[in-house]
């Protein structure tokens, strides 16, 4: 369970790293969760959020703590052939239109890393995205020069216009992220298509195409059209130091918040 520190107040509370896989635990119990708590009340935290592999099942409840729904994402089987033949008539359409417009798959890593850099952050401006999505260019480029990851890029005529970093554990793998001119928004689906074809063949079974910023919008319904299996993606909100946590609300005028946890971090969001 990848997690940081991180300080409100004078005080600490603890989260798992942002991305799609979550905390593992294997096999599913609520035990580990029990024996975190009790390590992260010795430590002096305030709370903790938790986000959990969609292949965790807990049922609907976890002793001393709340068990949310924060997104939903998309998991692709890739050992049942072409991802194609299961995804919508629009994702075959938008495949079909790449190859006719000549994109050339490139996978020279230190070549997309620096095109990711400077495409990620227009990218980001052009679409309005919130700030926690727009990364540092360090950290662009550690995701992309990760050796376990798979880099592809689209190239049409002398330009690349859009990026993919496909991050890689085991036999399962995640689409992290992608950076697009305009024009190379229509190219996504093609670099999907690739990348679980190269995925399958280095032994990936399933590939997590993740979700939208919020279920519904543009981005979900994109990925939703590969008609990959929905999952839920959970997260246990575990209070530690529960007067610290009220004295935090109460300096944040938090009381009636909904919908964030902890909840005095909400005037932040």
Same mark, same amino acid.
């Given at each position: 369970?990848?997690?940081?520190?991180?300080?409100?107040?004078?005080?600490?509370?603890?989260?798992?790293?942002?991305?799609? +896989?979550?905390?593992?635990?294997?096999?599913?119990?609520?035990?580990?969760? +029990?024996?975190?708590?009790?390590?992260?009340?010795?430590?002096g935290w305030v709370a903790g959020y938790i986000q959990l592999a969609?292949?965790?099942?807990?049922?609907?409840?976890?002793?001393?703590?709340?068990?949310v729904i924060s997104n939903w994402v998309f998991l692709l089987d890739?050992?049942?052939?072409?991802?194609?033949?299961?995804?919508?008539?629009?994702?075959?359409?938008?495949?079909?239109?790449?190859?006719?417009?000549?994109?050339?798959?490139?996978?020279?890593?230190?070549?997309?890393?620096?095109?990711?850099?400077?495409?990620?952050?227009?990218?980001?401006?052009?679409?309005?995205?919130?700030?926690?999505?727009?990364?540092?260019?360090?950290?662009?480029?550690?995701?992309?020069?990760?050796?376990?990851?798979?880099?592809?890029?689209?190239?049409?005529?002398? %330009?690349?216009?859009?990026?993919?970093?496909?991050?890689?554990?085991?036999?399962?793998?995640?689409?992290?992220?992608?950076?697009?001119?305009?024009?190379?928004? %229509?190219?996504?689906?093609?670099?999907?298509?690739?990348?679980?074809?190269?995925?399958?063949?280095?032994?990936?079974?399933?590939?997590?195409?993740?979700?939208?910023? +919020?279920?519904?919008?543009?981005?979900?319904?994109?990925?939703?059209?590969?008609?990959?299996?929905?999952?839920?993606?959970?997260?246990?909100?575990?209070?530690?130091?529960?007067?610290?946590?009220?004295?935090?609300?109460?300096?944040?005028?938090?009381?009636? +918040?909904?919908?964030?946890?902890?909840?005095?971090?909400?005037?932040?969001?």
């Amino acid at each position: 369970m990848p997690f940081f520190e991180r300080e409100w107040a004078g005080r600490t509370d603890i989260a798992t790293i942002q991305g799609l +896989s979550g905390a593992s635990i294997s096999p599913s119990s609520t035990a580990p969760l +029990s024996l975190w708590r009790e390590y992260a009340a010795s430590q002096g935290w305030v709370a903790g959020y938790i986000q959990l592999a969609t292949s965790v099942e807990l049922g609907e409840r976890v002793p001393g703590a709340e068990l949310v729904i924060s997104n939903w994402v998309f998991l692709l089987d890739l050992t049942k052939g072409d991802v194609l033949d299961s995804a919508s008539t629009i994702v075959r359409r938008k495949v079909r239109k790449a190859v006719k417009l000549g994109a050339v798959l490139v996978d020279d890593r230190s070549v997309l890393t620096e095109r990711m850099k400077l495409l990620y952050p227009l990218a980001m401006e052009r679409v309005g995205a919130p700030s926690r999505y727009r990364f540092s260019a360090q950290t662009l480029e550690r995701w992309a020069l990760d050796p376990s990851s798979i880099v592809l890029g689209a190239r049409v005529g002398d %330009d690349i216009e859009a990026v993919s970093v496909f991050s890689v554990a085991g036999r399962g793998a995640e689409y992290n992220i992608n950076a697009s001119t305009e024009c190379g928004r %229509d190219l996504t689906a093609w670099l999907i298509w690739n990348a679980a074809s190269r995925l399958r063949e280095r032994g990936i079974a399933e590939l997590n195409l993740g979700g939208g910023v +919020s279920p519904g919008d543009g981005v979900y319904r994109f990925k939703e059209r590969f008609n990959g299996a929905s999952k839920p993606v959970r997260a246990v909100c575990q209070i530690y130091d529960r007067a610290s946590y009220d004295e935090l609300c109460g300096h944040a005028d938090a009381a009636a +918040s909904q919908g964030w946890f902890p909840a005095y971090r909400a005037s932040r969001s």
